[in-house]
Protein backbone atom coordinates (compact mmCIF):
# COMPACT_ATOMS: atom_id res chain seq x y z
CA UNK A 1 0.00 0.00 0.00
CA UNK A 2 3.17 2.20 -0.55
CA UNK A 3 3.34 3.11 3.42
CA UNK A 4 6.36 4.00 5.43
CA UNK A 5 7.07 3.39 8.82
CA UNK A 6 9.89 4.93 10.64
CA UNK A 7 10.46 3.18 13.85
CA UNK A 8 13.34 3.82 16.50
CA UNK A 9 16.81 2.32 15.79
CA UNK A 10 17.21 -1.04 17.78
CA UNK A 11 21.02 0.02 18.78
CA UNK A 12 22.53 2.61 20.33
CA UNK A 13 24.71 5.13 17.72
CA UNK A 14 28.10 4.93 18.09
CA UNK A 15 29.64 7.94 19.09
CA UNK A 16 32.32 10.52 17.12
CA UNK A 17 35.78 9.09 17.68
CA UNK A 18 39.44 9.70 16.46
CA UNK A 19 40.23 6.29 14.60
CA UNK A 20 44.00 7.09 13.24
CA UNK A 21 45.82 10.13 14.00
CA UNK A 22 48.83 10.68 11.60
CA UNK A 23 50.48 14.06 13.12
CA UNK A 24 54.52 14.04 13.01
CA UNK A 25 55.69 14.63 16.45
CA UNK A 26 58.59 16.53 14.88
CA UNK A 27 58.71 19.77 13.02
CA UNK A 28 61.38 21.19 10.68
CA UNK A 29 59.52 23.43 7.92
CA UNK A 30 56.40 22.53 7.24
CA UNK A 31 54.38 20.31 9.83
CA UNK A 32 51.48 18.11 7.89
CA UNK A 33 49.13 16.64 10.24
CA UNK A 34 45.74 14.51 9.53
CA UNK A 35 43.00 12.57 11.87
CA UNK A 36 40.06 10.31 10.75
CA UNK A 37 36.78 10.48 12.00
CA UNK A 38 34.71 7.54 12.98
CA UNK A 39 31.93 9.29 11.14
CA UNK A 40 31.24 12.61 9.86
CA UNK A 41 31.69 15.86 11.94
CA UNK A 42 29.59 19.19 11.57
CA UNK A 43 32.27 20.93 12.71
CA UNK A 44 36.29 20.75 13.85
CA UNK A 45 38.93 22.87 15.52
CA UNK A 46 43.19 22.26 15.48
CA UNK A 47 44.61 24.45 18.32
CA UNK A 48 47.98 25.10 18.81
CA UNK A 49 49.60 26.03 21.66
CA UNK A 50 53.22 26.79 23.38
CA UNK A 51 53.88 24.53 26.21
CA UNK A 52 56.30 26.33 28.19
CA UNK A 53 53.82 29.71 27.85
CA UNK A 54 49.85 28.50 27.52
CA UNK A 55 50.01 30.66 24.45
CA UNK A 56 47.66 29.54 21.56
CA UNK A 57 49.78 30.36 18.24
CA UNK A 58 47.60 29.26 15.76
CA UNK A 59 43.66 28.00 15.93
CA UNK A 60 42.75 26.20 12.34
CA UNK A 61 38.53 25.92 12.23
CA UNK A 62 36.32 23.79 9.44
CA UNK A 63 32.76 23.23 8.49
CA UNK A 64 31.49 19.29 8.21
CA UNK A 65 33.86 16.75 6.91
CA UNK A 66 32.57 13.38 5.77
CA UNK A 67 35.61 11.03 7.12
CA UNK A 68 39.02 13.23 7.91
CA UNK A 69 40.35 16.85 9.04
CA UNK A 70 43.86 18.04 7.74
CA UNK A 71 45.94 20.95 8.83
CA UNK A 72 49.23 22.16 7.64
CA UNK A 73 51.62 24.84 10.02
CA UNK A 74 54.38 26.54 8.15
CA UNK A 75 55.57 27.45 11.63
CA UNK A 76 54.13 31.06 11.76
CA UNK A 77 51.73 32.17 14.42
CA UNK A 78 48.50 33.72 13.63
CA UNK A 79 50.38 37.20 13.08
CA UNK A 80 52.52 35.26 10.70
CA UNK A 81 55.76 35.99 12.53
CA UNK A 82 58.23 32.39 13.02
CA UNK A 83 57.40 30.68 16.59
CA UNK A 84 60.43 29.89 18.40
CA UNK A 85 61.72 26.44 18.81
CA UNK A 86 60.44 24.13 21.48
CA UNK A 87 57.62 21.77 22.05
CA UNK A 88 53.53 22.90 21.49
CA UNK A 89 50.42 21.36 22.15
CA UNK A 90 48.35 20.63 19.71
CA UNK A 91 43.96 19.77 20.37
CA UNK A 92 41.48 18.55 17.64
CA UNK A 93 38.06 18.76 18.81
CA UNK A 94 35.28 17.48 16.15
CA UNK A 95 31.53 17.97 16.40
CA UNK A 96 29.45 14.92 15.33
CA UNK A 97 27.23 15.92 12.26
CA UNK A 98 24.39 13.39 13.62
CA UNK A 99 24.20 15.22 17.11
CA UNK A 100 24.60 11.97 19.31
CA UNK A 101 26.87 12.06 21.70
CA UNK A 102 30.19 14.37 22.94
CA UNK A 103 32.43 16.17 20.87
CA UNK A 104 35.36 13.69 20.09
CA UNK A 105 39.02 15.07 21.22
CA UNK A 106 42.78 13.98 20.56
CA UNK A 107 45.90 15.34 21.65
CA UNK A 108 49.62 15.47 21.01
CA UNK A 109 52.78 17.38 21.30
CA UNK A 110 55.08 18.09 18.23
CA UNK A 111 58.85 19.93 18.68
CA UNK A 112 59.63 22.78 16.34
CA UNK A 113 63.30 22.38 15.18
CA UNK A 114 63.85 25.33 13.82
Known amino acids: DD ?19 AAPRTAAGEWAAAWWLSKPAASWQV ?31 ESGTPVAAGGYAWRLTATPADGTGADATASGVVKVTD
Request: overall charge positive; aromatic content about 4%; hydrophobic content about 35%.
Open 3 to 21: TVHVTAPQHEVSALRVART
Open 47 to 77: TLTRRATGEVVRTWTGEGTLSAVRVTWDGTS
